[in-house]
C-alpha cells in the first residue's frame, strides 16, 4: 500500500508563481524524498531530507518536513514552463530499510 | 542517468508467453530494483536485490521472478505475461555514496495484448 500521498494530484499554475505540494505519510520514517518525472521518461531525484530536519533548500526548490504531522510539502519558487512535469514523495521504511514507497504524484502544469 | 539502461524500451506481446526484460548497470551498485508504474499507482516495488543472487519481494511480486547472476544485470521474468502485467516498468540503483537516493533507467513499455 502507498505510504506517501501527494495532494493535490494536480496543479495549474502560470510560470512565474510558487508552487506548492503536500505529501502525507503514515508510518515512520528515517527520510522522504521528492523526485520529477518527465513525461515518458524515468524519474530524477530532487531534494532528500532526513527525519531531524525540519526544512531544506536546494535552488527554487524548498522541502519541509513536520514529522509530528507526517507530513512534507515541496515549494518551487518562480516556476518555469520547464518544471511542468509529476512530483512524487518517497519514503523509506525506517533506518536500515533500503525500500523507498512512492505517492501517486501531484501532475504540475505550467502555463507560459 | 548513473549509467542505468534497460531493454527492450518497448515490447508487445501476448498472453501467456514469457518475457524478460534486463536492467544494466556500469557503476557496481549494490542495490537494484524493478518497480512498474500505472494510471492511479504510482510506483509500485516488484522486486530488489542487494547483491548477485540475492533478492527479495517487494509489494507487487506475483507474477514476477528475478534474477542477478552478475553486479550489473538484474533481470525480470513474467513467466506467462497477462494482460494485467501491462504497464511500465521502471530499474532503479540506490547509490551507495548517496544516502538512500535512488536512480531510475529510462523504463520499458511492455503491452500484453
Known amino acids: 500500500s502507498q505510504q506517501g500521498e501527494e495532494d493535490p494530484q494536480a496543479l495549474s499554475i502560470q510560470e512565474g508563481e510558487n508552487a506548492t505540494m503536500n505529501c502525507s505519510y503514515k508510518?515512520?520514517?528515517?527520510?522522504l524524498q521528492w523526485y520529477r518525472q518527465n513525461s515518458g521518461r524515468g524519474l530524477v531525484h530532487l531534494i532528500l531530507?532526513?527525519?531531524?530536519?525540519r526544512e531544506k533548500h536546494s535552488g527554487r526548490l524548498r522541502v519541509t518536513l513536520d514529522t509530528s504531522k507526517k507530513s512534507s510539502s515541496l515549494l518551487i519558487t518562480a516556476s518555469r514552463a520547464a518544471d511542468t512535469a509529476s512530483y512524487f514523495c518517497?519514503?523509506?521504511?525506517?533506518?536500515?530499510?533500503?525500500?523507498?514507497?512512492f505517492g501517486k504524484g501531484t501532475k504540475l502544469s505550467v502555463i507560459p | 542517468d548513473a549509467g542505468i539502461t534497460q531493454s527492450p524500451r518497448h515490447k508487445v506481446t501476448e498472453t501467456g508467453t514469457p518475457v524478460t526484460l534486463r536492467c544494466h548497470q556500469t557503476e557496481n551498485h549494490r542495490y537494484m530494483y524493478w518497480y512498474r508504474q500505472d494510471p492511479g499507482h504510482g510506483l509500485r516495488l516488484i522486486h530488489y536485490?542487494?547483491?548477485?543472487?540475492?533478492?527479495d519481494k517487494g509489494e507487487v511480486s506475483d507474477g514476477y521472478s528475478v534474477s542477478r547472476s552478475k553486479t550489473e544485470d538484474f533481470l525480470l521474468t513474467l513467466e506467462s505475461a497477462t494482460s494485467s502485467q501491462t504497464s511500465v516498468y521502471f530499474c532503479?540503483?540506490?547509490?551507495?555514496?548517496?544516502?538512500?537516493?535512488?536512480?531510475f533507467g529510462p523504463g520499458t513499455r511492455l503491452t500484453v495484448l
Open positions: 518517497a519514503t523509506d521504511q525506517g533506518a536500515g530499510s533500503y525500500q523507498l514507497t
Open positions: 508510518t515512520s520514517i528515517n527520510n
Open positions: 536485490s542487494y547483491g548477485v543472487k540475492d533478492t
Open positions: 532503479a540503483i540506490m547509490s551507495s555514496g548517496g544516502g538512500d537516493t535512488q536512480y
Open positions: 531530507i532526513r527525519s531531524n530536519e
